[in-house]
Every structure is written in structure tokens, then in C-alpha cells.
């Protein structure tokens, strides 16, 4: 599975926007997914996860609320739609999948990952 997450870029607070992860494979259907976040000089956290019927969700407190995620599997893709951002979501924005969704919202032993892409609130 390869991973392409796409959609960041600099918003004010209070602002929204909508990340996406493109897969490649044809058993994306069957992997959970979900959303990281890196900010400089922390470790990288989950912020929502999915399972791959997308009929269970997992939240980080900090995006509950504000945050969606969402999967197409006729298209091979995962969302997040973020609303309501603040400052502190500055960070770069990861997409992952794995076969167990619980690796997912455990932020363990994950198989695959895209590359990050930016997002900045300014305030």
C-alpha cells in the first residue's frame, strides 16, 4: 500500500480544511486508516483513525468535535475535515494504514505510512 496525503497548507484560526490520503493497492478497502500529526519538536500522534467498513471512529481528544474522518473506498481514499483550527494544530499531517485497526488508534506497530503534508494556523 502507498500512501499520498494531500491538502495542507496555511489557514487562520478559525478556518477550515480538507486533508486527503490517495492509496494505491487494490486492498485498501480492507485496512483501517488514520490521521497522524508531528509537531516540531514532539512526537507524532494519532488524531483519528477509521476502520475499514468506516462504521467505527476513534478521536484524539484535541480533534474531537472539530475533526472528521472519512473514508471512499471506490476511490482509495481517507479524509479528514478540519474545522475550527487553532494554532496549536500547526503540524505536519501524516496518513497511515494498517491491517488492525486497533494498531491504528493505538499508534502501534503500523505498516504503512505517506508522507506528510504541512498544515499551518496562524493566529
Known amino acids: 500500500v502507498q500512501l499520498q496525503a494531500s491538502g495542507g497548507g496555511l489557514v487562520q484560526a478559525g478556518g477550515s480544511l480538507r486533508l486527503s490520503c490517495a492509496a494505491s493497492?487494490?486492498?485498501?478497502?480492507?485496512?483501517?486508516m488514520g490521521w497522524f500529526r508531528q509537531a516540531p519538536g514532539k512526537e507524532r500522534d494519532v488524531v483519528a483513525a477509521i476502520d475499514w467498513r468506516g462504521s467505527n471512529t476513534y478521536y484524539a481528544d484535541s480533534a474531537k468535535g472539530r475533526f472528521t474522518i472519512s473514508r471512499d473506498n471506490a476511490k482509495n481514499t481517507v479524509y479528514l475535515q478540519m474545522n475550527s483550527l487553532k494554532p496549536e494544530d500547526t503540524a505536519v499531517y501524516y496518513c497511515?494504514?494498517?491491517?488492525?485497526?486497533?494498531?491504528?488508534?493505538?499508534?502501534?506497530?503500523?505498516?504503512?505510512w505517506g508522507k506528510g503534508t504541512q498544515v499551518t494556523v496562524s493566529s
Open positions: 493497492g487494490r486492498i485498501f478497502s480492507s485496512y483501517a
Open positions: 497511515a494504514a494498517d491491517a488492525y485497526y486497533r494498531n491504528i488508534y493505538s499508534n502501534s506497530g503500523i505498516n504503512y
